[in-house]
């Protein structure tokens, strides 16, 4: 080779040499290959497309941190906030996020720390595929989660440890807390991403049947809603433990869920080192890569696993967490799990509320889960639940086109108001139940909390609905308010009064 | 082999290979969509190498018409990649050519080519993602044109949120011979191209631009494409291009068309930790 040839080759060289301490290597590696991957996203999209948006809202996060001077970042949160709620939640993308496209500063400051995301975020997606394998029978799946847990492990340089990590690293280094303290909303958000991220594994063990668990799964998807109602009242105030949100898959796999807690820990412990101005810019990457090390180190600040179980105890309760991701809810305390968090906007609510029991949610769409009021001779939450159901059916028998089904859920002297008008139960009939069939099986809805009053034989139930879809060439968007009045008649509930309203919606911002 | 039974084994390979890209096994997937490959739908492609332990099965499609041509041609250029070592992949081609000769356009097998990427670094603050590749065109087949050649490729690809810029260039060693009538290893090649990524969609566009010389003696080609690669279902991503010369060489238009599929086998994974 000529000199001149050589001169631009070695000049290459040393410019490589010099920045070789600011480069990574690429390192990606495929995940463990069975007929169960990407059941989860075939049998729960509204579950699988909504992480892929949790993957943007990570993204975002790093990339805002990063980038924004302290004075602006609030701002800029508070823009992506309203982007992922009103927005990207709600039409998730059918796929992955190519997270270097939305943090792309970020991930050149600290791919290895990407990447460990996300070959933990392969192994929280292949247990969900897992446990969506109808073809496998429990003891198949217990096995093979172990067996796509050793492979995670495998990979020594990436894994998180199996054993848990002390809550002094989350907490009690000098930039801990930072994050949580300066942007308590976004916070929340990553926090109820984490809630759902851990809670969806409970209906999907609890559930027998598929349709058991379509429902369960239904039901958690609705109680994350609920924590982004009326935000950030709902939000848990301290971060998820997958031992107390998932105590079933916690049992099984202690494994998994101590390297999610560990993941999750990891997720605020980077939140705090680019947001603390503790951390320079030209060091953050070097203190980064020092809390992934040890995080992967399973002998250094480690807790034993009897107190790894007890930590979320020691923490405030499951209830300061989110709550639990199935069975009964326990009433928020007055002003909302939030309420003692300083919060602008926050308002406290003079009611306090319980959630029926999510078996009562079967089949029924993306809705809330049912709030009911309490109070002397008011109705329990088996009623409640009976009368959340009938909703659900009525809901289920429009969009099935089941208009015998729609017709035997209304009392004989039902009304329906809508459109300005009042239709009896015939009229109805025959006027306006072919047209509402119609609408309900073009378009998509997407239902918020159900709430449920009873007093004695009479209950009401109250309900928003976003819309949004094409029918006969007409694009809608908009948000419909529905009211129901049910009776009891002997052993059932029966509709008396529906009155629907809707109006347009604002386009996402 | 006569042209008649090249065509057969070519519908054959084709289809076998249209069964495989459509079973359920498990793919990369998901954002295989953002992963430039070479020729697919562009020359140009990425610096990165197919995960480790991942094998990538790809089955494109290519007609191309040049100027003052007796005809065009067809080219199935089914290729497979596995990833050996962490950010190092190897691969293999293989492909068949319905190409013009003096008897009329013939079915025929244009080679063999086996090639290695090795990337250094994924792009930091500094650097772009920077990868060197080698190629081996063996002459087999009757459209595989004369003798071995050995091509040496420097890729670099560099993101700006959405969007990412590639740069190639390639050298061929060895005297100039007749080339293979598809997949030809050019004298030198130096192209760029920019693409950008629409996440919600998972689909990628591309432009690129780039010059190339067939041989020593031929005049330097300057052409430009247009591409997009989308992601089919998780397990699955087409891609398609337009490719069209810039000066008097060069192709009147060429359209590539393909179909890709990534997976593991368990049995080539490591054990317990």
Known sequence: ?509 | MPSRLIEMATIRIMLILAVVLAAPSVARAQLDYRNLDDDRPTLIEDAYPVEHYAFELVAPWRYSRARGAPGGVHAFIPELEYGLFSNFHLGVKLPIARAPTSTGPEWGISGVRGFALYNFNTEGRWLPGLAVRADAAFPVGTHAGEGTRFTAKVIATRSWGQSRIHLNGAYTFGTDRPLAAADASHRWWLGGAVDRTLFRQSALLIIELYALRPTSAEPVEVNTSLGVRYQLTPLAVCDLGIARRLRRTGPDYEITLGVSRAFALAGLLPGRP
Not at chain 1, 261 to 282: C, E, F, G, K, Y
Not at chain 1, 300 to 323: C, D, K, L, T
Not at chain 1, 375 to 398: I, K, P
Not at chain 1, 468 to 482: D, F, Y
């Open chain 1, 1 to 509: 080779m000529s000199f001149h040839r050589l001169v631009p080759a070695i000049v290459l060289l040393c410019v490589l040499s010099a920045t070789a301490d600011a480069q990574d290597q690429r390192d990606e590696q495929f995940y463990y290959p069975g007929k169960f991957n990407w059941a989860f996203l075939k049998t729960y999209p509204e579950g699988g497309r909504l992480f892929n948006a949790f993957d943007y809202g990570h993204a975002v996060l790093y990339e805002r941190l990063l980038t924004k001077p302290a004075p602006e970042r609030e701002a800029a949160l508070e823009k992506e906030y309203q982007f992922l709620t009103t927005n990207l939640l709600i039409r998730p993308p059918r796929y992955a996020v190519a997270e270097e496209v939305i943090e792309p500063t970020y991930a050149k400051l600290a791919w290895r720390a990407k990447q460990m995301f996300d070959w933990a975020h392969v192994l929280h997606r292949q247990i969900y595929d897992i446990y969506a394998d109808e073809g496998l029978d429990p003891a198949a799946r217990d096995t093979l989660i172990e067996r796509v847990t050793d492979y995670y492990l495998s990979r020594k340089d990436y894994a998180f440890t199996a054993a848990p990590k002390s809550m002094v690293l989350m907490d009690e280094q000098y930039f801990s807390q930072g994050f949580r303290e300066s942007h308590p909303k976004f916070n929340g958000l990553i926090w109820a991403y984490h809630w759902l991220q851990v809670g969806l594994y409970e209906p999907l063990i609890i559930g027998t049947t598929p349709a058991e668990k379509k429902a369960g799964v239904k039901a958690t998807l609705a109680r994350f809603w609920t924590m982004l109602e009326d935000a950030p009242r709902n939000f848990p105030t301290m971060m998820p433990m997958t031992s107390a949100i998932a105590p079933r898959f916690s049992a099984k796999h202690p494994r998994a869920a101590v390297i999610f807690d560990n993941l999750h820990m990891m997720h605020d412990i980077i939140s705090d080192i680019l947001v603390a101005d503790t951390v320079p810019r030209d060091r953050k990457r070097a203190v980064i890569y020092a809390q992934l090390a040890e995080f992967r180190n399973g002998s250094r600040n480690v807790i034993s696993m009897e107190e790894w179980h007890h930590m979320a105890e020691m923490m405030g309760g499951i209830n300061s967490m989110g709550g639990p991701a199935t069975g009964l809810l326990e009433p928020p305390p007055a002003g909302g799990a939030m309420a003692g968090m300083q919060y602008g906007g926050a308002k406290p609510v003079p009611d306090t509320s319980a959630h029926a029991h999510p078996s009562a949610l079967l089949e029924r769409p993306t809705i809330a889960p049912p709030t009911h009021e309490h109070g002397a001779g008011l109705g329990s939450a088996s009623d409640s639940s009976e009368v959340v159901a009938l909703v659900v059916r009525f809901d289920a028998a429009m969009a099935a086109g089941d208009s015998a089904g729609v017709l035997a859920l209304l009392a004989d002297d039902a009304v329906i108001l809508e459109s300005g008008g009042v239709e009896t139960r015939a009229e109805f009939r025959s006027h306006h139940l072919a047209a509402d069939i119609s609408f309900a099986r073009a378009v998509k809805r997407l239902r918020g909390p159900i709430r449920v009053r009873i007093l004695g034989d009479a209950a009401w139930a109250s309900s928003t609905t976003t819309v949004e879809g094409e029918l006969r060439g007409r694009q809608t968007n908009s948000v419909s308010a529905e009211l129901m009045v049910m009776a009891r008649e002997g052993v059932a509930w029966k509709i008396r009064a529906i009155h629907w309203s809707s109006r347009n919606r604002r386009p996402p911002g």
